[in-house]
């Protein structure tokens, strides 16, 4: 999954059962992990880490590697990753905030 973000705080809900890395440029703003992922997250770099046992997963690079991986951008805010299941309830995904931005601005422009 790739995703990138100019303005605004963006949740990132991962299942329970992903194994594999997250890399994340974030601009003006910080990166936080929930309490529970943080137990099995590796940081790697000051902007990428693995999430589940490096070493049985077989992760070498990220050139090489043939699984999920989570890539995100941000210009500006905060990125908090957390397992799906304590996403809180009232947020909303990724894909479901730029839909609401696409129509904000298409109204904007009067194509809505």
């Known amino acids: ?10 949740v990132i809900g991962l299942p329970r ?3 594999g890395p997250l890399k994340y440029k974030i601009g003006w703003g910080k990166t936080t992990f929930s ?6 997250v590796v940081q790697i770099t000051g902007e990428s880490a693995f999430v589940g046992d490096i070493g049985d997963s ?5 050139r090489t ?7 995100i951008e ?18 909303s995904s990724f894909e479901q905030r730029v ?7 298409l109204g904007w422009l009067g194509l809505r």
């Open 58 to 62: 077989g992760f070498v690079n990220y």
């Open 99 to 105: 839909e609401g931005a696409v129509k904000t601005a």
């Open 74 to 91: 941000a210009s500006y805010g905060n990125v908090s990753f957390v397992y799906v299941d304590e996403m809180p309830a009232n947020s």
């Open 1 to 10: 999954m790739s995703a990138s973000t100019k303005y605004g705080d963006v």
């Open 35 to 40: 309490p529970s992922l943080n137990t099995n």
């Open 65 to 71: 590697w043939p699984k999920d991986e989570v890539n």
């Open 17 to 19: 059962d992903y194994v």
